[in-house]
T-cell receptor, first 115, second 112 residues
């Protein structure tokens, strides 16, 4: 069974609007970390944001925030004030800290920002 | 200079050929990983290494082998390349704390 599920293969947003990219996860480990990465068309993987399972507050990094709902096992990425340069693939990943520490990635969501 | 480098960046090879992809890092991390990316499938783990003497198979290790020559170097080999190994390959490193992985720029491999 997939441990990380990204249900949106593609998303579209108007420039300057906010967009939410969905991510749900499955784990029985009480200690884990959640990550989001961005992959622009040039191909490199860029780390965006991290949320630990024991963190009390949602993580934020500039225009990126992680809407962490532990009971629902969701870790949605919110991008505020979208820019054309936000057009990219976005990957959610999880690392279980009680096990092998090996991250598992979702299949990704393609985001296109329209002017 | 980039913290994680991969060579070559692009490679076209023929079915049956042996090919090696190389990864070097200056992060000082013990943990290194090889992933492949195929459209619609995300990143899938091929092999990982927690130190020079510790090498482990990932979910899709068949047809691949690795060598950890030093803390900073981790190579991936395709002993006899086949067309369905055409993909984008990433090397990554991480430290022991539960933080992010640092990725190389990727190697685009085409097997004809």
């Amino acid at each position: 069974a997939q441990k990380i599920t990204q249900t949106q293969p593609g998303m579209f947003v108007q420039e300057k609007e906010a967009v939410t990219l969905d991510c749900t996860y499955d784990t029985s480990d009480p200690s884990y970390g959640l990550f989001w990465y961005k992959q622009p068309s040039s191909g490199e993987m860029i780390f965006l944001i991290y949320q630990g399972s024991y963190d009390q507050q949602n993580a934020t990094e500039g225009r990126y925030s992680l809407n962490f709902q532990k009971a629902r096992k969701s870790a949605n990425l919110v991008i505020s004030a979208s820019q054309l340069g936000d057009s990219a693939m976005y990957f959610c990943a999880m690392r279980e800290l009680g096990g092998s520490y090996i991250p598992t990635f979702g299949r990704g969501t393609s985001l296109i920002v329209h002017p | 200079d980039a913290d994680v480098t991969q060579t070559p960046r692009n490679r076209i090879t023929k079915t049956g050929k042996r090919i090696m992809l190389e990864c070097s890092q200056t992060k000082g991390h013990d943990r290194m990983y090889w992933y492949r990316q195929d459209p619609g499938l995300g990143l899938r783990l091929i092999y990982y290494s927690f130190d020079v003497k510790d090498i482990n198979k990932g979910e899709i290790s068949d047809g691949y082998s690795v060598s950890r020559q030093a803390q900073a170097k981790f190579s991936l080999s395709l002993e006899s390349a086949i067309p369905n190994q055409t993909a984008l390959y990433f090397c990554a490193t991480s430290d022991e704390s539960p933080y992010e992985q640092y990725f190389g720029p990727g190697t685009r491999l085409t097997v004809t």
